[in-house]
């Protein structure tokens, strides 16, 4: 009997869906290898001669040989968007990444990178479980393999805070939504006024949010600087106007507007006026 697979290939943005090959088989039905349709989509759609029908239930090899099926049809926008499979190494994991951590779906909150002589260097990461909001720490190794949820990143202006709740409204529908605070994890000491931030949503429902990776901050406080008071570039402590303390260079002075990686907590260069 002739049989028809339809390969669907991940494109860059998740909510397209299209057909890339189809491959034909004579006989009993049998799934090609799960090492060659790596991170693809498949479905049999029955006899070549039968008029091809819509995908309704995609599913994907993983790379490390394991099925997954996902809801929805190929019309759906969202079925890729949570498909899971995407494999990452341990070094590239960054805060506000959503990966899979023992069966559950985590919120990467905080990473440390460490090194233990012998031992290669490692990860020190802090997860945050988004069904139970139960905190937790691992160590990753940099080329372990880590297995990186596909989300659905949905844009919204920050409005304020309320005690532990953000109010957020949709640019476009002017709809409002309240989140935990616990969603932007440390990084919520950034928000501002206005601020453009990602709400992360998985299967229809808000899981996480981030703010913007690069944001400028006033210097409320700083040791003055006087030129010439050392040969060799130093740093200090500076106050920005959100409360936080970070390290900056010496000739820093208070009334600045720097330019701080959120992620990290780091100063990167003096904002241009």
Same mark, same amino acid.
């Given at each position: 009997?002739?049989q ?12 397209d ?9 004579t ?20 006899p ?24 929805g ?12 499979g ?5 070094s ?5 990444f ?8 985590t919120q990467?909150?905080?990473t ?5 002589g012998?031992g ?24 372990? !393999?880590?297995?990186k &949820?596909? *989300? +659905? ?5 920050? /409005?304020?805070?309320?005690? @532990?709740?953000v ?17 932007f ?62 390290m ?5 002075? !208070?009334?600045?507007? &720097?330019? *701080? +990686?959120?992620?990290e907590?780091?100063? /990167?260069?003096?904002?241009? @006026?």
């Amino acid at each position: 009997m002739n049989q028809e697979y339809r390969i669907i290939q991940p494109p860059l943005d998740p909510a397209d869906c299209f057909v890339s090959t189809c491959i034909r088989t004579t006989g009993a039905t049998s799934r090609p290898a799960p090492s060659f349709f790596s991170r693809m989509l498949w479905s049999w759609s029955g006899p070549v001669s039968a008029q091809p029908r819509s995908l309704s239930a995609p599913q994907a090899f993983l790379s490390d040989g394991s099925l997954e099926k996902f809801g929805g049809g190929c019309g759906s926008s969202h079925s890729l968007q949570l498909a899971r499979g995407a494999k990452i190494n341990g070094s590239e994991v960054k805060p506000g990444f959503i990966i899979m951590r023992k069966g559950r779906i985590t919120q990467v909150l905080k990473t440390q990178h460490t090194q233990q002589g012998r031992g290669g260097a490692t990860i020190q990461v802090e997860l945050r479980d988004v069904q139970s909001g139960l905190k937790s720490s691992e160590r990753l190794r940099t080329g372990e !393999a880590i297995e990186k &949820v596909f *989300v +659905d990143d949905r844009p919204y202006s920050f /409005l304020y805070t309320e005690g @532990d709740t953000v109010y957020l409204m949709e640019p476009n529908t002017f709809e409002q939504l309240d989140i935990p605070k616990s969603f932007f994890g440390p990084t919520a000491a950034y928000l501002t006024d206005g601020m453009e931030v990602k709400v992360q949503y998985f299967d229809g429902k808000p899981l996480s949010a981030t703010v913007p990776d690069r944001v400028t901050c006033t210097v409320t406080e700083a040791e003055p600087y006087f030129k010439g008071q050392t040969a060799t570039p130093q740093y200090k402590k500076i106050v920005l106007d959100n409360g936080l303390q970070i390290m900056a260079p010496s000739f820093i002075v !208070a009334g600045d507007h &720097v330019v *701080v +990686d959120t992620a990290e907590n780091l100063y /990167l260069t003096r904002a241009k @006026d």
